[in-house]
């Protein structure tokens, strides 16, 4: 940049809380519970909090009943109670019924809608004392004799030549003497701290899912309230992991998703039009005629539970939610324990304020260590990696011999033995996919689909989807793979244009980003940095996600 920047200001608190989702409200929640002393300032990169939450949602509210015991009487809206579970499993033309996996039963659970209880949750947290600044994308770790000691929010309006534009504004200094980190799965600040405190030494790689979701109004006549679906099979092979869920809320509301894990090997599948397929199978098809699609999101998901979660802790802060991964992917859900995650990174670091305790508050391992999320996600540990390495009839027989023989107690840890971006097979080794076209009524496009996300990025700012070497473009994506990124990124940011002419070029069409980070995660070569964009950009989720 050529000319220099005038210094930023800065603020300080206690603690400062990277992300407003689950984890990073309950923990600010908690700290004021503990004290209302103690300072706790937020900051959320999109424009509203809750207005990034992607998820299915089915919640169990141990947690919440544990943070807020009278969240019924303060209205939290968890309005559908679950009332029946299926696990079908699907071929291409019929369906078959499985006995649905204990870890799976929801009694007790609600469906809702994610964005609105984490917009419930911001509310408390404002009530509580807590300063939220939504639409500021924490953009830079601060660092100062080897300890965190807070964030800087990224500067607004830098034009998309690096330079300060008649709108620039210095970010701030968010200066703390803890700083909690909960971004979400992929946090582009997350994944820094792994770097530079070297958290992941000793864990399995990480492996991920996306998640690509469609919200429905339905016909009443379709609508089943508290049901829950879930099935696996067609349309995936069998050695690709993924599965879909089908969730009846609300008013006449169908929350459709599918998750396809992105350990896949074939650089032609794609996650979108293997979404898209799924409504199509005639035992799916029926809850969707009629209706009308009204919301469209992906978000990665992190999946490699136990044994790839990294070191919790390093000096100044903590990582907690999907940010460090607390995910329990055989029952499918996640809120739960990312909640308690930031519960109890809020007592610990409140314990080490209230004593002028340590730079680093391993107490917060200990505390998660000890807790029903670490028992939960132990015993079912060998699930997800099951199969990876057995295929999906090997891991079928093998979580059942799990779950009911062994009891998620098996005297073995199974691990994963690479990232997911070392996966992919040369594409011309691998079997194309061809996917129909879509109808516009039941099947859709990605720029139909990226339109109703309501997606909006300023124009004019550096493109945040950076490539380390543009030339590995073509000469590994292109050659290689025939670019995967084209495929697997469900929104078209990324195209090849000129590959008739025989002069093949990558196209970034930033501006449609929904934030979801699968192109951070599977590019072959990680030659794909995802770094936040001006805050307030990305889409903006309705009520109902």
Known sequence: ??????????MEFDVVIVGGGPSGLSAAIRLKQISPDISVCLVEKAAEVGAHIL?????????????????????????????????????????????????????????????????????????????????????????????????????????RDGEPTANFQRGMELRAKYTIFAEGCRGSLSKQLMSRFNLRAGRDPQTYGIGIKELWEIPAANHKPGLIEHALGWPLDSVTYGGSFLYHFGENLLSYGFVVGLDYKNPWLSPFEEMQRFK???????????????????????????????????????????????????????????????????????????????????????????????EELQSVRNIRPAFQKFGRY?????????????????????????????????????????????????????LSSVFISN????????????????????????DKYRSPEQRYCPAGVYEIVGAEEGDPKLQINAQNCVHCKTCDIKDPDQNINWVTPEGGGGPVYPGGM
């Open 394 to 446: 090997g891991g079928l027989v093998y979580a059942g011999i799990d779950t009911y023989l062994l009891r998620g107690k098996a005297p073995w840890t199974f691990h994963y033995p690479h990232g997911d971006n070392e996966t992919l097979i040369p594409a011309a080794q691998a079997p194309r996919i061809d996917y129909p076209k879509p109808d516009g009524v039941l099947t859709f496009d990605r």
């Open 55 to 159: 998820s299915g949602a089915v919640v169990e509210p141990r947690a919440l009943n544990e943070l807020i015991p009278d969240w019924k009487e303060k209205g939290a809206p968890l309005d559908t109670p679950a009332r029946e579970d299926r696990f079908l499993f699907l071929t291409e033309t019929k369906s078959f019924k499985l006995p649905t996996p204990p870890q799976m039963h929801n009694h007790g659970n609600y469906i809702v809608s994610l964005g609105n209880v984490v917009r419930w949750l911001g509310e408390q947290a404002e009530a509580a004392g807590v300063e939220i600044y939504p639409g500021f994308a924490a953009a830079e770790l601060l660092e100062e004799d080897g300890r965190v000691v807070g964030i800087a929010t990224g500067d607004m309006g830098i034009g």
């Open 1 to 10: 940049m050529a000319e220099e920047l005038p210094p930023r200001e800065a």
């Open 455 to 478: 997606t909006n990025h300023e124009e004019n700012q550096p493109v945040h989807l950076v490539l380390k070497d543009p030339a590995k473009a073509i000469d590994i994506n292109w």
């Open 280 to 374: 199509t199978h005639p035992s799916i098809r029926p809850y969707f005629e009629g209706g009308r699609r009204i919301a469209y999101g992906a978000r990665a998901l992190i999946e490699g539970g136990i044994q790839a979660l990294p070191k919790l802790t390093f000096p100044g802060g903590v990582l907690v939610g999907d940010a460090a991964g607390f995910l329990n992917v055989p029952k499918v859900k996640g809120t739960h324990t990312s909640m308690k995650s930031g519960m109890l990174a809020a007592e610990a670091i409140a314990e080490a304020l209230a004593s002028d305790g340590p730079a680093e508050v391993t107490s917060y391992t200990d505390r998660v260590r000890n807790s029903w999320v670490w």
